[in-house]
């Protein structure tokens, strides 16, 4: 078993004394009676060089707002690890509440792979969990069902359980938006009760005014992974006001109170570390080998293009560092039964044949939350590549520092199953391909049909926008990348042949072009001088509708 565990978080207790710093300080203590060797360290000050040289460690990742994501991506690629989740950093509002059902849009999830790649997650409750796999949809998150306190934090209640209760309401006095102190003081003032404000930058003197009155109001404006601090006024004995938005009311132990209640957060100390250390004993030693390239291909009745695009595929010089992932949206031919011929002689083709025809952007989110590589890129059945495109591509992305996406040129035709070496293009180039990367340029979809990016871009900037894009889904998704922060760069050579048609190719069609005007004003701050440029015509699409 590895005993040597880095606990990463972005505050310990000796920084902040808050419901996650007090629960983790209690699990490293417990982790050290049982042998194991904790080494804490703040988010911030994790880097390369320390991960790599503590990459036999066990990690616990708690709170990693601060972690970067160049060190998130290394970790889940290279290590074995808990992530103690907390507060929803799976989402990049972190407030499950702004969504219908607690469900986010694809465009709105973060950090999925991090999440995906751990050995487990580690959710407070069985609300939380309930939340985190209706966004995640992942299978390895266990609910705990409680929270860590000091054994001297549990006598410290226990006392105050037995004291005398004042008959006023104490309210959580916080300037944290979502725990919602107005709407407590609002509800109080509503039902004519008295009530104190409570807060103190000492523990125990919090718990002290906290557990003086008989009843806590607690109404908060986000779903509480738990909400420790209802948990210990019912540990003092009082009685709660709060929402639906808790999720310790949810859970079948919420019905002790005082002493019964304190009993049972004692016992849980030891099956949460047990659990903890479970998990770390049967770890098995990291052997995450992904393929480079994730080619990600969806289609619907295929038939045309489909024998020509997997001959043309294979033959990349890369095929061998890639996986080929096909999302078919319920095709009524015979593409089945063409694929199957290839997955026969290529153990790196995988095929997703759905029962239900779904859109082109939900299967592109399918696909890509299914890849292994490392990078992604499209692979549309109509379009051909160069034979050494993935080869260009790739070697300029690993050679480039801070570079997110590459692409080139590339021809544009309009005659099906040509290819990139017997064409009709007669050196046509696709328009938006010829422009070199900056902000103002991405007016244009400049990445074009054949880009190649990094997949841990979707952990910083989410998916594709499913809910909100039939049509303009990849340059929504550029623009979004870029406003995060995101660096393309064009690679001087021709690297495919483009065929003008299918969905992106449909011009006139009224509603693609009320979409593509609706990115262009939800990112017309990115633009520059082009905005200008630009804005008469896609004003005029929005003023016919």
């Known amino acids: 078993m590895n005993r040597k565990i880095i606990y990463l978080s972005d505050f310990f207790i000796e920084h902040i004394i808050g419901g996650c710093e007090l629960n983790d300080d209690e699990l490293i203590k417990l982790l050290k009676e049982k042998d194991f060797k904790v080494k804490k360290i703040q988010s911030h000050l994790a880097n390369l060089e320390f991960l790599y040289q503590n990459k036999e460690c066990f990690f616990i990742i708690s709170n990693f707002c601060n972690l970067s994501f160049e060190c998130r991506g290394w970790i889940s690629e290279n290590c074995n690890y808990i992530i103690y989740e907390h507060d929803h950093k799976y989402l990049n509002t972190r407030n499950p509440a702004n969504h219908r059902f607690f469900k ?151 019905e002790l109170k005082g002493e019964p209640l304190i009993n049972h957060m004692t016992e849980k100390r030891q099956e949460i570390v047990n659990f903890v250390q479970k998990t770390v004993a049967t770890s098995q030693k990291r052997s995450f080998s992904p393929k480079k390239v994730s080619i990600i291909s969806t289609f619907y009745d295929g038939g045309a293009h489909l024998e020509g695009f997997l001959a043309d595929i294979t033959n990349q010089t890369e095929f061998d560092k890639c996986e080929l992932i096909f999302v078919d949206a319920g095709s009524t031919g015979k593409e089945m039964r063409v694929i199957e011929q290839y997955i026969e002689k290529y153990d790196n083709i995988s095929y997703i044949r759905l029962e239900d025809r779904l859109k082109p952007t939900p299967c592109l989110n399918m696909a890509i939350k299914k890849a292994s590589g490392q990078y992604l890129t499209f692979g549309f059945i109509d379009d051909r590549r160069k034979s050494n495109c993935l080869e260009i591509l790739l070697n300029e992305i690993e050679n480039s520092d801070n570079i997110d996406l590459v692409y080139g040129d590339v021809l544009q035709t309009n005659n099906i199953n040509e290819t990139f070496d017997d064409n009709s293009a007669s050196g046509a180039l696709f328009e938006h391909s010829r422009y070199n990367f900056s902000k103002e340029n991405m007016v244009k979809c400049i990445p074009g049909p054949m880009p190649l990016w990094k997949k841990k871009m979707h952990d910083k900037s989410g998916f594709f926008d499913q809910e909100g894009c039939n049509f303009a889904d990849d340059w929504e998704m550029w623009l979004r990348a870029v406003n995060n922060g995101a660096i393309f760069k064009k690679v001087n050579e021709t690297v495919g042949l483009y065929y003008s048609g299918g969905r992106s190719g449909q011009n006139n069609n009224a509603e693609q072009l009320r979409e593509e005007a609706n990115v262009f004003f939800k990112y017309a701050h990115l633009f520059g001088a082009n905005f200008a440029k630009f804005r008469p015509y896609f004003s005029q699409i929005l003023k016919g509708t």
Request: include cysteine; proline fraction near 3%; charge should be positive.
């Open 104 to 254: 986010a849009p694809q465009k709105d999830l973060r950090n999925f792979f991090f999440y995906k790649h751990a050995e487990v997650v580690v959710a407070q409750s069985s609300f939380h969990k309930e939340i985190i796999e209706k966004n995640l949809d992942l299978d390895n998150v266990f609910s705990i069902g409680g929270n860590l306190w000091s054994l001297s934090s549990l006598e410290k209640l226990r006392n105050n359980c037995k004291k005398q209760k004042n008959t006023k309401c104490s309210v959580l006095n916080s300037n944290i938006l979502h725990k919602n102190t107005s709407g407590a003081v609002e509800y109080c003032d509503k039902h004519g009760l008295e009530y104190e404000l409570v807060s103190s930058n000492a523990y125990e003197s919090f718990l002290d005014k906290l557990g003086a009155n008989k009843t806590f109001v607690f109404l908060p404006k986000t779903p509480e992974t738990l909400s420790r601090v209802v948990v210990e006024a019912r540990m003092m004995g009082m009685s709660v006001k709060t929402n639906s938005l808790v999720a310790a009311c949810q859970e079948p132990w919420f």
